[in-house]
Structures are given as C-alpha cells and as structure tokens.
C-alpha cells in the first residue's frame, strides 16, 4: 500500500514522535510540532498514536490514495475534498484506491496532520521516521512524485464519528509558562512583562522556533552564558532582548539565557500560531529554584 | 549544586566544574531513573529532561542529589584512539598562536588524554578538553564556509573531529579516517560525553 505525493504546499514532511534520548549526542527530538494532533489523527484510525503521518504547514497538500485507504486530517482544518468530495477533519474518512486527496488552505491555524491507517511506513532513522530540519536527519522533506508506502494496521478502527477539539483561535494563544531556568539573568521585572502583554509571531519562524515580537526582556547581567541544554517550549533570550520560542527541531544546546518554559500540552498550541498572530504568557508562579 | 526547573519537563542541574558535569552525567546515565528521557551534558550544566506523565521534578532532583560526585568519575567510558594525519591547513597558525613549533604542536594533540565534555554544533560533534591548556587558540577569525568530513581542529580549550562536512571557525590542524558519525551504525556517534580519545599521528 502507498499514497503518491502530488503537490505539496508550503512545507510538507512525515513526522512521527521523534528521537527522544540521543540529545546527549547532539540529535535533538524532533517530531510533530503540535504532538496532540498527531496522536488524535493517530487514534482515528487505528494507528499507535507515535505512527508517522504527514505535517502539512499551510495547507496545500495533494496526494493520490494507490490503494484503498482511511485517512483522518486533525490540527488546523483545512477545507478538504477526496475523489472530488469534500470530507471533514477530526474524523476517519475512507478513501478509494485512485482518489485524490486534496487540502485547501486552513481558516486558522498553521499544521494539519494527515494519518493514513497503517501509519507511514519510510524508512526509520534512529528509530523515528521524523524530518528533523534542522539536523538534516530523517526522510526528505516531501516533495511532488514522492511516493510514501503505507504500513500494515495494527488496531481496529475505532468506532468514532468524529473528535470534538478546541476550537483554534483566530488571534490571541493564551499559554502558560514557566519562569526559569536563567529568570536571574534579567531584569527585576522582565519576567512581569513577558505576561503584561501580548507578543506577535513574525514571519522569521520555522519548525526550530518562532521569533516573536513585543516587550523587550533586559538583561541585568552582562556577559556570554555557557552552552547549555534547552527543551522544547523554551523562551530563549538574545541581546536584542525580542524572545525565541523553541519548536521541534530545536537546537540540543543554545547559548542565550532562557527566561521561561511554556509548559505540556500548550507548546502545541503555539506550533499553529501563524506570522502576526500573538501569544499571551500566563505567567506560572510555582517552581522555584530546588 | 543548583537545581533550575526547566519548564515541567526539564531540570537544569548547575554544577562547579566540567568534571562534576561528567561525574554525574555517568552517574545517571549508568541507572537512569524512571521516567528520564534525555541528559544533556555542557560546559557547566546537565539537562535532565522527563515524561511528566510517569514522574516529576521532584523526584528527578531527588535522584540527582543522590548522585555522589566523585571526582574523575568518567563511568565505564570507553576509550578510543583517533588516528590522525596532521596536515590542516591551520597548523602554522595555530604554532604561531602558542609559539610552540609545527612539531610541538602535534605532540602536544597526541601526548594527552581527551575526554568528550559533551556533543552538541551537530550530530556527534563531540567538545573534548585535554588535561593541559598549550593548545587553547581562539578560533579563526573568518570562518570557513565549508569543512571537510573528518577535520580535526581546535578552538578555545576544546579539540574536536567534524563528523560530516559543514561550516566551521575551528583551526584545521589534521584529519582522520575514522567515521565519528554513522547513522546506519549502533551507536551512531563514537564521541559521545564520557569517551576518552587518544590521537595518534599517522603517515599521509
């Protein structure tokens, strides 16, 4: 079984949950940038929620079924036809060998995944099918003509009609975050306004991170940081004093402090922010130094 | 010790010294304890980053502070020996760098013991530190947009094999043969934190 990429859109890679336990050798996680969507597409039809599946950024994605398929498309929702019929997202859709499948460009939100029972079945790389963009590791980025095998099922498939999700804000992403681990390397009152008001995604943003635009975060405390290791979720810092937030392809190690963490789940919400949308950090008090 | 939460997922362990980094990167890294992912040793910290799902910051940071420390603990590392031809095209300069000779240069990278401080630049690029600091040179001031493969270079207090061509500032001093990073191979990289390396000069 396979499915042939036709057209691709903006960005189009397979994507599964990454390489978790060799950042110690410099190869980052990589993997979907929004995890939950992957794991839900996953689930409607039948996959281990970690089956590789495509991430399509900005819609675009056209590909032809070989074989008789089930697709389910979750993340942003993209207006969606199959063999000319259109079809919804955040549920299981069959789909005849022969059809096309093809995705218009989504309303809001940036990353649709698009899981075919079975799971992608491309050669793995350190045990992930992920395209680590970054580090160059992994399948190719997707491209017109690829043809992508399908796996064998492993599960039933479910018996749901359709999943309820949140539904995607237009603008504003509230999301928490964490202050720390370098909150002393700032100003008394930076990490106050990291949550006084909103920052604007710019367009410098990828799979790597997201540049963003707003209050300036000053530095109290001069001087280069040693390297040191960073996660997915964090708000790195440079001299210009205009926050980075870490995606999926993040660098293993960075050297600019770290102010704050967004915390689980929420890190997913902003891989779908789009270039000129805002995030709102809620600022957690909680965990302080140990 | 200091101990940074690092977002719900993550402690970043500030340490004294490199060897303390290495102490207890071998110490988790020997028995890692549930629920830890990944351990990410540099210069000064260890990133420990967990499944919130099957443990918490609590309990990493009691698992971390009940590593004891003990100094040249490098855990059961292995050691590996980097054959090495020293014809890089930095080697004058970084003789002129540490008025030592061409010669002296060489035996200076082949008389110490290196031991990866930690990867990180690219998959498998490993920062090893030697035990004395005749070597230490700033990197070059114009960086060279494409590295051969196999490079063996210089920068700061670190030496370092450039596992696959890219861009670089390090002095070039030699290369090798030796693949530091295969991707088909288990494990992919031979210069992981811990290893400790010995060059030893081979004929052109």
Known sequence: ?290 | MRLLPCGDAGLLVELADRDEVLALFAGLDRERPDGVIDLVPAARTLLVTFASDVTDLGRVATAVRSVELRGGDRGDAEKLDVPVVYDGADLADVASLTGLSEREVVAAHTGQEWTVAFCGFAPGFGYLVGEDDRLHVPRRTDPRTKVPTGSVALAGEFSGVYPRESPGGWQLIGRTDLVSWDLHREPPALLSPGVRVRFVEVAR
């Open chain 1, 1 to 290: 079984m396979s499915i042939e990429i036709v057209r691709t859109g903006a960005l189009a890679t397979v994507q599964d949950l990454g390489r978790p336990g060799l950042a110690g050798l410099g190869v980052g996680v990589s993997g979907a940038a929004d995890r939950g969507s992957l794991r839900l597409a996953n689930r409607l039809v039948g996959n281990d929620p970690g089956a590789a599946a495509i991430e399509v950024t900005f819609g675009g994605l056209a590909f032809r079924a070989v074989d008789d398929l089930v697709i389910a498309m979750t993340g942003a929702p993209c207006p969606a036809t199959a063999g000319g019929f259109g079809i919804g997202p955040n549920a299981p859709v069959r789909v005849p060998a022969g059809a096309q499948v093809e995705l218009g460009v989504p309303p809001v939100g940036l990353r649709t995944y698009v899981a075919v029972r079975g799971g992608l079945a491309v050669e793995p790389v350190l045990g992930s099918r992920a395209t680590d963009t970054m580090s160059g590791i992994g399948p190719a980025v997707l491209a017109p003509g690829a043809v992508l095998p399908v796996g064998a099922p492993t599960g039933p498939v479910p018996g749901v009609d359709v999943a309820p999700v949140r539904t995607m804000p237009a603008d504003e992403i509230e999301v928490r975050v964490l202050a720390g681990p370098r909150a002393d390397w700032f100003a008394g009152d930076a990490v106050a306004r990291l949550g006084s008001s909103a920052y604007e995604v710019t367009a410098d943003s990828n799979r790597v991170g997201m540049r963003l635009s707003g209050p300036v975060l000053e530095r109290a405390r001069d001087g280069e940081l040693p390297s040191e290791g960073m996660v997915r979720g964090a708000l790195q810092v440079p001299p210009t004093g205009q926050p980075t937030l870490f995606l999926a392809d993040h660098p293993v190690t960075g050297g600019y402090p770290v102010i704050g963490v967004v915390v689980g789940d929420d890190v997913d919400r902003t891989a779908q922010a789009r270039p000129g949308q805002h995030l709102r950090f809620r600022v957690m008090s909680g965990v302080g130094p140990q």
